[in-house]
């Protein structure tokens, strides 16, 4: 079950809207309300009541379909924040040496998507060394054949690392040594 919510025309930027929804993209209801209940942010109040409207609009669609949905078995699947209108005013802001900067005043939309699926795990999601740690401990990836000890089911082999070719020695380190042979050619000839 999902539900939709969006809030248009937030004053604010939307860089600053960003901030706050990421700090609940993927939380649990309760927990990302209580997050945005004790954010000192002034985008705080707008995404907050954002929230209780896609709970609200989700039991209410669990309703209609005859379905229970217990609204602490929500989570934030999705959130983003779009760029609104800039209203540019006639006002002038004062700037330095005398110049003059044109008052802008920015605007966002915010959507947040909840749903009663699973929670995604962050960890599996990135591409780095924690997220392939954690593929490779999960269930899933030991099969029948890992357990005997096979070598085709644990997977393919992580390539072996080449090592590193030598570096040619410096100019500074090549110039002694030409001059020590040199010397040496010079004294036996």
């Not at 992580?158 to 090592?163: I, L, R, S």
Request: charged share 30%; with cysteine.
């Amino acid at each position: 079950m999902e539900a939709r919510a969006s809030s248009k025309y937030l004053r604010g930027s939307a860089q600053k809207a960003r901030l706050v929804v990421d700090m609940i993209r993927g939380k649990r209801v309760a927990e990302a309300l209580a997050i945005l209940q004790f954010t000192n942010k002034r985008a705080a109040d707008p995404v907050e009541k954002c929230l209780r409207s896609a709970i609200a609009n989700a039991t209410e669609k669990a309703e209609r379909q005859n379905v229970a949905v217990d609204p602490d078995d929500l989570f934030v699947k999705t959130a983003f924040v779009d760029i609104g209108p800039t209203k540019n005013r006639r006002r002038v802001r004062p700037a330095p040496q005398g110049r003059a900067y044109r008052e802008q005043r920015h605007f966002c939309h915010v959507t947040l998507l909840v749903s009663t699926g699973e929670a995604e795990a962050p960890a599996a999601k990135g591409k780095g060394k924690a997220a392939k740690a954690a593929a490779e401990a999960s269930p899933k990836s030991a099969g029948k054949g890992a357990a005997k000890g096979s070598k085709k089911a644990a997977g393919p082999a992580a390539p072996e690392k080449k090592a590193a070719p030598k570096r040619a020695p410096k100019k500074a380190e090549a110039a002694p040594a030409a001059e020590a042979k040199a010397d040496e050619s010079a004294s036996e000839g």
